[in-house]
């Protein structure tokens, strides 16, 4: 390859608001010293798989059909995610690297669960439901892959909670030492889990951007051996967080108007409409066999859900109005969006509204998947010889992020909707 190597590093849940502390660390310090720079939009819902995926195609949900982190499995307590690459429905920036020879290598990147490049491994959970971690990461990961996943397992923290972060960076440091990727798309979680459990704001951010420049010393320590010079790197993020005040469990108003029935356990039983939740926003189905009466039920329950304050849903989205506005479309016949800070909860056993005042509030203290314009941005920092020192393109949509690093590669992607920060490369 004559161009130089491209190393995207997305370090989950960074918002705008972290840049002045990361940049007194001396990993996220040399990387952000003067970089290209832009303030991004993500696409709706703000959630990692969608954005991740719109990361890698320059395209919206409508168009990569990742409209969700997990699948629509209705009454499944812990659906299958969107792990798997042959989901994604588009041509991506990494299939078109691929395609002029360039080596490719992703760790831990969103929707690459079998993707067919030279090095590959990715995100992966739910390995009850298909034959157990040995079986899924055989079928999940490349070759040299699964060869990487076995030599660094032991780095995986399992307790008290499964933690990634130690494994990713060491994978990809050996990554690039011995294989010496063209291209490498990784993808670090800490920030993100730390914001989920303690909240937005808080010391606790602080303390995981600390552990997240740990994770860039020890990739850029292994940078430095193949040649830093040499390489275009850039830093991404996919979405921010809000604080948490309040579970909106439609299911439940669903349940008492006869549109879906459950043992009275939890367990669902049938359904003529059910919420697949995003986060802080859903998505609702509509059985095709719905009858007209239980249709307009339907219809008359949201339009109650609207005019009462107690629920914060703020507005209910067609399809093809969510398509419209935000690029998102899905298999789903309304998208709910809430006021900020209230997840659309796909519940079946709890009250329609529980309040974080409330004793069984439970659950995580902040979360996203809420509009997009809400709260703190993403972010894209870039470094490199492709890229102008200092340069800012001022905002932008997330779908502008992989037409931008194509350019930089030198790679034609004509499926994108987005268009190139133009401003940011040399």
Same mark, same amino acid.
Request: overall charge negative; some cysteine.
């Given at each position: 390859?004559?161009?130089?190597?491209?190393?995207?590093?997305s370090?989950?849940?960074?918002?705008?608001?972290?840049?002045?502390?990361?940049?007194t660390?001396?990993?996220?310090?040399?990387?952000l010293a003067?970089?290209?720079?832009a303030?991004?939009?993500a696409?709706?819902p703000t959630?990692?798989?969608?954005?991740?995926?719109?990361?890698?195609?320059?395209?919206?949900?409508?168009?990569?059909?990742?409209?969700?982190?997990?699948?629509?499995?209705a009454?499944v307590?812990h659906?299958?995610?969107?792990w798997?690459?042959?989901?994604?429905?588009?041509?991506?920036?990494?299939?078109?690297?691929a395609?002029?020879?360039?080596?490719?290598?992703?760790?831990?990147?969103?929707?690459?669960?079998?993707?067919?490049?030279?090095?590959?491994v990715?995100?992966?959970?739910?390995?009850?439901?298909?034959?157990?971690?040995?079986a899924?990461m055989?079928?999940?990961?490349?070759?040299?892959?699964?060869?990487?996943?076995?030599?660094?397992r032991d780095?995986?923290?399992?307790k008290?909670k499964?933690?990634?972060?130690?494994?990713a960076?060491?994978?990809?440091?050996e990554?690039?030492?011995?294989?010496?990727?063209?291209?490498?798309?990784l993808h670090?979680v800490?920030?993100?889990?730390?914001?989920h459990?303690?909240?937005?704001r808080g010391?606790?951010?602080?303390?995981?951007l600390?552990?997240v !420049?740990? +994770?860039? #010393?020890?990739? &850029?320590?292994a940078?430095?051996?193949i040649?830093?010079?040499?390489?275009?790197? %850039? =830093? @991404?993020s996919?979405?921010g967080?809000?604080?948490?005040v309040?579970?909106?469990n439609?299911?439940?108003?669903?349940a008492q108007?006869?549109?879906?029935?459950?043992d009275g356990h939890g367990?669902?039983?049938?359904?003529d409409?059910?919420?697949?939740?995003?986060?802080?926003?859903?998505?609702?189905?509509?059985s095709?066999?719905?009858t007209?009466e239980?249709?307009r039920?339907?219809?008359?329950?949201l339009?109650?859900?609207?005019?009462?304050p107690?629920y914060?849903?703020?507005?209910?989205?067609?399809?093809? !109005?969510? +398509?419209? #506005?935000?690029g &998102?479309d899905?298999?789903?016949?309304y998208v709910?969006?809430?006021?900020?800070? %209230? =997840? @659309?909860g796909?519940a079946?056993?709890?009250?329609?509204?529980?309040?974080?005042t409330d004793?069984?509030?439970?659950?995580?203290?902040g979360?996203?998947?809420?509009?997009?314009?809400?709260?703190?941005?993403?972010?894209f920092?870039?470094?490199?010889?492709?890229?102008?020192p200092?340069?800012?393109?001022?905002?932008?949509?997330?779908?502008?992020?992989?037409?931008?690093?194509?350019?930089a590669?030198?790679?034609?992607?004509?499926?994108a909707?987005?268009?190139?920060m133009?401003?940011?490369?040399?």
């Amino acid at each position: 390859m004559n161009s130089p190597r491209l190393l995207v590093i997305s370090v989950d849940a960074m918002e705008d608001v972290d840049e002045a502390y990361a940049r007194t660390l001396p990993a996220f310090g040399r990387i952000l010293a003067d970089p290209a720079r832009a303030q991004i939009q993500a696409v709706f819902p703000t959630l990692t798989y969608p954005n991740h995926t719109a990361q890698i195609t320059g395209c919206p949900p409508a168009v990569t059909g990742i409209f969700n982190n997990v699948q629509m499995q209705a009454g499944v307590d812990h659906p299958d995610w969107f792990w798997w690459y042959k989901l994604i429905q588009v041509p991506t920036l990494l299939d078109r690297a691929a395609a002029l020879g360039m080596k490719i290598a992703t760790v831990q990147w969103p929707v690459t669960a079998g993707a067919p490049f030279d090095v590959v491994v990715p995100e992966i959970g739910n390995e009850d439901r298909t034959g157990g971690v040995e079986a899924t990461m055989r079928a999940a990961c490349s070759e040299r892959g699964y060869e990487l996943f076995e030599a660094h397992r032991d780095k995986i923290i399992e307790k008290p909670k499964r933690n990634h972060g130690p494994f990713a960076a060491a994978v990809a440091a050996e990554v690039l030492r011995a294989d010496r990727p063209d291209v490498m798309f990784l993808h670090l979680v800490e920030l993100d889990a730390a914001r989920h459990k303690h909240g937005p704001r808080g010391p606790h951010v602080e303390e995981a951007l600390r552990t997240v !420049d740990g +994770r860039l #010393a020890t990739i &850029l320590a292994a940078l430095d051996e193949i040649g830093a010079d040499e390489t275009n790197i %850039v =830093i @991404v993020s996919d979405h921010g967080q809000l604080d948490v005040v309040q579970h909106t469990n439609l299911n439940t108003l669903l349940a008492q108007r006869g549109l879906l029935a459950t043992d009275g356990h939890g367990h669902l039983l049938n359904w003529d409409a059910y919420v697949h939740s995003s986060g802080l926003s859903g998505q609702l189905f509509v059985s095709p066999d719905i009858t007209a009466e239980k249709r307009r039920r339907l219809e008359d329950l949201l339009d109650e859900v609207l005019a009462d304050p107690t629920y914060r849903i703020r507005k209910v989205w067609t399809a093809r !109005d969510a +398509r419209d #506005a935000f690029g &998102l479309d899905g298999p789903f016949d309304y998208v709910l969006e809430s006021d900020p800070g %209230v =997840i @659309v909860g796909g519940a079946l056993d709890r009250r329609a509204v529980v309040r974080n005042t409330d004793p069984d509030f439970g659950g995580n203290l902040g979360n996203h998947g809420h509009h997009p314009g809400a709260g703190g941005q993403p972010v894209f920092f870039a470094t490199g010889p492709a890229f102008v020192p200092g340069a800012d393109a001022g905002r932008h949509k997330m779908i502008d992020e992989a037409p931008t690093l194509a350019r930089a590669l030198g790679v034609e992607l004509p499926a994108a909707r987005g268009v190139a920060m133009e401003d940011l490369l040399e």
